[in-house]
């Protein structure tokens, strides 16, 4: 089985999918010969024809709202956005026209829009965000946020096929450091809407998603090691239906729960599931609900600071080890 | 009837292509325009209408000339209208019973109660509703033409903006995108005067709204919004020029808004006389029965004939769901997503 | 003293404002000789000219980009969006321009962007909407929501009087429906980031903000009567910074909470109210953090579904009987 | 020195009003700035350099000669540069040390490490640095120069964009925005053939930048780019006029971007021998010394000088900061605010 990178496995999905069928198209900045700034859509041009992998102008408004009126009329657009931090000034297409078609007039609206995100990678304020949050309370739109190769190409070939609309997050500082054997043949689409137990545990919890997975299982291994912990680790994977059961699951497991994300803390998705468990959990839990996350500022740029603000594996451990003590 | 008295190689020849049946139903879909408009104002005035009304009054001619100068049917050219082009959407074949309903909210309008005057959609028939942020409808009409585009079919689109609408970052980014991939649109500038209570000075440094067109490389016409033949004319050669594969076409339709912004909107900031003369003077509906009867296309009679029959068209279609209900306020839960997760649950009335 | 209404003190405050500082102006759609929307700028243009009460084109991106660079220049600008729903087009200059610039590169950016938001109007989807929590996610922004009329003059007062730039909701169902009798000649500032205790109570906190605060007051009322449930509630005011300290000092006196909020609720700010709650007073609740919300969905037009969707004072009613037999 | 060996009256005229004096300084600048890129490019190499690194080799002219045509000193003009208008911070008195500091995040540098290459300000040298977010510099540069306006400050604003930057909804409104505002703002639109790898034909689908300012209703004018003295009047003409009360004035440069969108850009969609032909026979710095040695304004010695101050300069420059420390950690998290309610904890480290 080759091993291939979370990049290579992305662009495999999205390959897959543009021979699949041929109501999928792509558009965005330079993801023609160019190949996309990551290279995601590297000979994409070449193998499928300028026009299914349209080089747009400077305008993510335009870009969406165009994804959008492909969709109503039956194609599958990709619309791929050169930094995520620039979907905000989709931000008012995607919230309020895409988001809300269906409801409204029951228009069909397929689409997805996908983009490197992420920090650890100094990137500075504009080239480093996590979105999620502002999405993540509109609904109508579904949000993935793949952590390993195998959903990489899973998440977006559900997300292509899926009837709604679907903001697809890729971590760029796991772009080319997670590899994974990946069976060549077999289809491999991820369910959206399903979580990924990605470490079974005891003592207690760590819900997250994205980048923060691995350093979550980084922190596993280490508590394992020094503390002899047992801590589960749950994948999100999606984000927007969450998956409120298997969140569940683990909470009564467990009975600890520690929420990570790379997202800063206030207003970030870990709020919704700390209400959420809650609401639905509460006589389960043996301690209160923690939080490990990005501080709540925008995210800087030297090394030191950007280390500084964003949540790492010893903050994680740390977290923990109170939880598990508490 | 009024035909056969007076045999057709009599009458002067007819305009722009038409036959006097057409030139008749476009007559019908001005005065049912303006008479649904009217018994709008009067069901607003009861309350029954349950939000702002927009009215088009001296905007019926854009509206129903430029709507009629594409290909209806099934599955063939769409439009997008705002909030004046309620005759647009009559002539793509929405029906008045329709848009009362969604006026008044009812459980059996176009969008079950969910949204408001003319904001709803038939692509089959060609009409896509607009949703309230200005602009946002160029990206999404230049997507459905790139679509067109992409499978060689031969239909256009046609998207309206007002001369407000024309600031926004949405109609620049839209319009550019469509001009650079040659999109077959067809883009209707409305300059009617105002923009709420903003005149074209306030709102941008140039004249016309022709001349913004010259920013991205689109060819451009302007006609005169009140002469509905005219209006029917040009946008026809638009339509045809973007289906030949000549890309994006920009018309600017000169009009006036001769109500306020919506009915609340007492319009203190208008000039006086400006109104009166627009009324007067340059009424869509005086100007096209003028020219009518003048050159003896239709007698009068079958004009009176038409009104009637809208007259009694309107009452039936008021009479047939003025008093039906309201939906059900638990209708209001589902069909966000296509592909729900799980039946969603009534949280906080689930105790 | 003269009784006035929510929209009236919300214009004094702003008229006192524009007498007291001659840096002060004012930009927006048809703000000037129409004197906006709802009227809440009606003889402004007329007292202080058109050049400090600026009509502007539909561009809400360059109305706060504006207002962003006159700040940066020592003006004290208040932007009107003429439904809130329209700062959905402004969100990239907002959230990364504006938010950003003090801690980016020191620069100074005091303005006020204010709108009439919130449903139980009839509204329909986009102009009944409640757009705190895309911005509550914005390091940087505060945000201000007044539900009397005090408040609404003596927050807008404090907004601009603010070193940081302030997004001011009012809530246009509080228009002309709230009045209350505000001193003449005394000056009313509210502090941002202090909550208001609008009712005093030992059984349980409803912890809310704008229109929902008089629906729990209602709740509050005939919980009292018809149960003997003393209800305290906590009207947030400022949700960016937000009163911790206000809230679990309720929290601990009532050991059981409420939140209610008129936004949808996935995502909402009830979401990370409750995640500090349970950082910070856990081991002081007696019952599950529970949540009135608004469904999610985009609010509907019809009277039915809008009543249906939003919360009303009988499902406050019905959660704080839950809460208060648990 | 030189010139006392030739007296000035024999001296052909000097150009566009400068001195001998300020054509030489303008030689510094164009110098300093290729050079300091250079500088930055090794440094890149050696990864000192944290983030990307963009050159705007080939376009020094422009950035140079229309920052020079701005009144400069303390709170005069202000500009704000994009990441291809270095030569444009450095004229208006940013140091190389705070861009060198600024592109190693450096503790010391003038954001103390939060944000990368030549975003950074000082509003009182009179520069504004900007977001990456494409556009959103126009209308902040509308409100700045609204301002000078409003002040009555005989004051101007400038502002680049690049030819994609152009396609953004926030160009748009900003640009309208200023145009209805008659700000004192010049704008300059660089076409410089790419928008990281997408030429103009798939950005816009007018041919020149220029025929955008049509529909704003500003004066508009086109530039060659790389002719630093064409640039300089060009620029100094529209700023005068923008003084004067005479509104937006919008300049195109033509000008050329001759390494990739950043250095990690291996230009394969480049034509062979575009890059050789901008190189050898448009270069503005060899054409600017053509021009000073040809009419004699100058002496090669003199430019030879120059060049040895600014490897010089640079060397102290680099020396002087290149092992400074990174800031502390800690240091990531005041100043969000400027009323911060209270210390902000250290949450999840403060267990
Ligand atoms: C992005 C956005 N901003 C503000 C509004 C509020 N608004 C609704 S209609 C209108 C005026 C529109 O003027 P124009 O485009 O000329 O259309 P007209 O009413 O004249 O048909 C405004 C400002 C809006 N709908 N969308
Ligand atoms: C709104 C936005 N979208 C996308 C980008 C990513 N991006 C950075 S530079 C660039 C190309 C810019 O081209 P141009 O404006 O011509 O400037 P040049 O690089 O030629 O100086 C792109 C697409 C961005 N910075 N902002
Ligand atoms: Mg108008
Ligand atoms: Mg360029």
Same mark, same amino acid.
């Given at each position: 089985?080759?091993?291939?990178?979370?990049?290579?496995?992305?662009?495999?999905?999205?390959?897959?999918?543009?021979?699949?069928?041929?109501?999928?198209?792509?558009?965005?900045?330079?993801?023609?010969?160019?190949?996309?700034?990551?290279?995601?859509?590297?000979?994409?041009?070449?193998?499928?024809?300028?026009?299914?992998?349209?080089?747009?102008?400077?305008?993510?408004?335009?870009?969406?709202?165009?994804?959008?009126?492909?969709?109503?009329?039956?194609?599958?657009?990709?619309?791929?956005?050169?930094?995520?931090?620039?979907?905000?000034?989709?931000?008012?297409?995607?919230?309020?026209?895409?988001?809300?078609?269906?409801?409204?007039?029951?228009?069909?609206?397929?689409?997805?829009?996908?983009?490197?995100?992420?920090?650890?990678?100094?990137?500075?304020?504009?080239?480093?965000?996590?979105?999620?949050?502002?999405?993540?309370?509109?609904?109508?739109?579904?949000?993935?946020?793949?952590?390993?190769?195998?959903?990489?190409?899973?998440?977006?070939?559900?997300?292509?096929?899926?009837?709604?609309?679907?903001?697809?997050?890729?971590?760029?500082?796991?772009?080319?450091?997670?590899?994974?054997?990946?069976?060549?043949?077999?289809?491999?689409?991820?369910?959206?809407?399903?979580?990924?137990?990605?470490?079974?545990?005891?003592?207690?919890?760590?819900?997250?998603?994205?980048?923060?997975?691995?350093?979550?299982?980084?922190?596993?291994?280490?508590?394992?090691?020094?503390?002899?912990?047992?801590?589960?680790?749950?994948?999100?994977?999606?984000?927007?239906?969450?998956?409120?059961?298997?969140?569940?699951?683990?909470?009564?497991?467990?009975?600890?729960?520690?929420?990570?994300?790379?997202?800063?803390?206030?207003?970030?998705?870990?709020?919704?599931?700390?209400?959420?468990?809650?609401?639905?959990?509460?006589?389960?839990?043996?301690?209160?609900?923690?939080?490990?996350?990005?501080?709540?500022?925008?995210?800087?740029?030297?090394?030191?600071?950007?280390?500084?603000?964003?949540?790492?594996?010893?903050?994680?451990?740390?977290?923990?080890?109170?939880?598990?003590?508490? | 009837?009024?035909?056969?008295?007076?045999?057709?190689?009599?009458?002067?020849?007819?305009?722009? @292509?038409?036959? +006097?049946?057409? *030139?008749?139903? !476009?007559?019908?879909?001005?005065?049912? $325009?303006? #008479?649904?408009? &009217?018994? %709008?104002?009067?069901?607003?005035?009861?309350?029954?209408?349950?939000?702002?009304?927009?009215?088009?009054?001296?905007?019926?001619?854009?509206?129903?000339?430029?709507?009629?100068?594409?290909?209806?049917?099934?599955?063939?050219?769409?439009?997008?209208?705002?909030?004046?082009?309620?005759?647009?959407?009559?002539?793509?074949?929405?029906?008045?019973?329709?848009?009362?309903?969604?006026?008044?909210?009812?459980?059996?309008?176009?969008?079950?109660?969910?949204?408001?005057?003319?904001?709803?959609?038939?692509?089959?028939?060609?009409?896509?509703?607009?949703?309230?942020?200005?602009?946002?409808?160029?990206?999404?009409?230049?997507?459905?033409?790139?679509?067109?585009?992409?499978? @060689?079919?031969? +239909?256009?689109? *046609?998207?309206? !903006?007002?001369?407000?609408?024309?600031? $926004?970052? #949405?109609?620049? &980014?839209? %319009?550019?995108?469509?001009?650079?991939?040659?999109?077959?649109?067809?883009?209707?500038?409305?300059?009617?005067?105002?923009?709420?209570?903003?005149?074209?000075?306030?709102?941008?440094?140039?004249?016309?709204?022709?001349?913004?067109?010259?920013?991205?490389?689109?060819?451009?016409?302007?006609?005169?919004?009140?002469?509905?033949?005219?209006?029917?004319?040009?946008?026809?050669?638009?339509?045809?020029?973007?289906?030949?594969?000549?890309?994006?076409?920009?018309?600017?339709?000169?009009?006036?808004?001769?109500?306020?912004?919506?009915?609340?909107?007492?319009?203190?900031?208008?000039?006086?006389?400006?109104?009166?003369?627009?009324?007067?003077?340059?009424?869509?509906?005086?100007?096209?029965?003028?020219?009518?009867?003048?050159?003896?296309?239709?007698?009068?009679?079958?004009?009176?004939?038409?009104? &009637?029959?809208?007259?009694?068209?309107?009452?039936?279609?008021?009479?047939?769901?003025?008093?039906?209900?309201?939906?059900?306020?638990?209708?209001?839960?589902?069909?966000?997503?296509?592909?729900?997760?799980?039946?969603?649950?009534?949280?906080?009335?689930?105790?």
């Amino acid at each position: 089985m080759p091993e291939v990178t979370y990049l290579e496995a992305l662009r495999q999905g999205l390959w897959e999918e543009m021979e699949r069928d041929d109501r999928v198209f792509i558009l965005g900045e330079d993801v023609g010969l160019y190949g996309g700034a990551f290279k995601v859509t590297e000979g994409f041009s070449q193998r499928f024809g300028a026009q299914r992998v349209i080089d747009t102008p400077i305008s993510e408004a335009a870009i969406v709202g165009a994804a959008a009126g492909a969709a109503h009329m039956g194609m599958r657009p990709v619309a791929e956005m050169q930094f995520i931090d620039f979907v905000s000034c989709a931000y008012d297409m995607l919230t309020n026209y895409v988001a809300t078609a269906r409801y409204r007039a029951g228009l069909a609206t397929p689409l997805v829009v996908r983009g490197p995100c992420g920090g650890y990678v100094r990137g500075g304020p504009f080239h480093s965000q996590n979105p999620e949050a502002a999405f993540f309370h509109t609904p109508g739109l579904k949000i993935v946020y793949p952590a390993t190769a195998r959903d990489a190409k899973g998440l977006i070939k559900a997300s292509i096929r899926d009837d709604d609309p679907v903001l697809y997050l890729e971590h760029k500082w796991l772009y080319r450091r997670i590899k994974e054997q990946l069976p060549e043949g077999e289809e491999i689409v991820t369910p959206i809407g399903e979580a990924r137990l990605a470490r079974d545990g005891t003592d207690l919890s760590i819900v997250t998603y994205g980048a923060t997975v691995w350093k979550s299982l980084e922190a596993a291994e280490q508590l394992e090691k020094e503390d002899g912990v047992a801590a589960e680790v749950l994948d999100l994977r999606t984000l927007l239906p969450m998956d409120d059961a298997a969140i569940m699951r683990t909470v009564k497991k467990t009975n600890k729960v520690l929420l990570v994300h790379e997202d800063t803390r206030t207003g970030g998705v870990a709020g919704e599931i700390a209400a959420r468990i809650n609401e639905q959990a509460f006589e389960w839990l043996d301690a209160p609900i923690k939080r490990v996350t990005a501080h709540d500022v925008p995210l800087p740029y030297a090394p030191t600071l950007e280390d500084f603000v964003l949540p790492q594996t010893e903050d994680i451990v740390k977290a923990a080890r109170w939880l598990a003590a508490y | 009837m009024a035909s056969r008295t007076r045999p057709t190689t009599q009458s002067p020849p007819l305009p722009a @292509g038409l036959t +006097r049946e057409q *030139l008749l139903e !476009i007559y019908r879909y001005l005065r049912l $325009t303006r #008479t649904l408009e &009217e018994r %709008l104002t009067a069901l607003y005035r009861q309350s029954k209408v349950i939000g702002g009304l927009f009215r088009s009054l001296g905007q019926e001619g854009e509206s129903v000339g430029s709507a009629y100068a594409l290909e209806r049917g099934k599955n063939r050219d769409i439009l997008s209208p705002l909030i004046r082009n309620l005759g647009s959407m009559l002539v793509m074949g929405a029906r008045p019973v329709e848009i009362l309903r969604q006026y008044m909210a009812k459980a059996d309008g176009p969008t079950r109660g969910r949204e408001l005057n003319v904001h709803f959609n038939d692509l089959e028939l060609g009409y896509l509703g607009q949703i309230s942020h200005l602009g946002d409808m160029i990206p999404v009409m230049a997507g459905i033409t790139l679509t067109f585009k992409l499978r @060689g079919e031969p +239909r256009v689109g *046609l998207v309206y !903006i007002g001369d407000g609408g024309t600031s $926004t970052g #949405t109609f620049h &980014e839209g %319009l550019n995108f469509a001009a650079v991939q040659r999109c077959p649109l067809v883009v209707i500038a409305e300059y009617n005067r105002w923009a709420y209570s903003t005149p074209p000075e306030k709102q941008f440094a140039v004249k016309d709204l022709v001349d913004k067109a010259k920013g991205y490389g689109v060819a451009a016409a302007t006609v005169d919004g009140n002469d509905v033949l005219a209006v029917y004319q040009a946008t026809r050669l638009a339509a045809e020029r973007a289906r030949g594969g000549a890309g994006v076409q920009f018309l600017e339709v000169k009009t006036y808004r001769r109500k306020g912004h919506a009915e609340h909107d007492d319009q203190h900031y208008v000039p006086p006389d400006e109104l009166d003369w627009w009324a007067k003077q340059n009424d869509p509906l005086d100007r096209y029965v003028k020219q009518l009867v003048q050159h003896d296309w239709v007698d009068e009679r079958e004009l009176s004939d038409v009104d &009637e029959h809208v007259r009694v068209e309107i009452d039936e279609a008021t009479d047939a769901c003025v008093d039906e209900p309201l939906p059900q306020g638990e209708t209001a839960l589902p069909g966000v997503y296509a592909n729900p997760r799980a039946a969603e649950r009534l949280w906080f009335r689930n105790l």
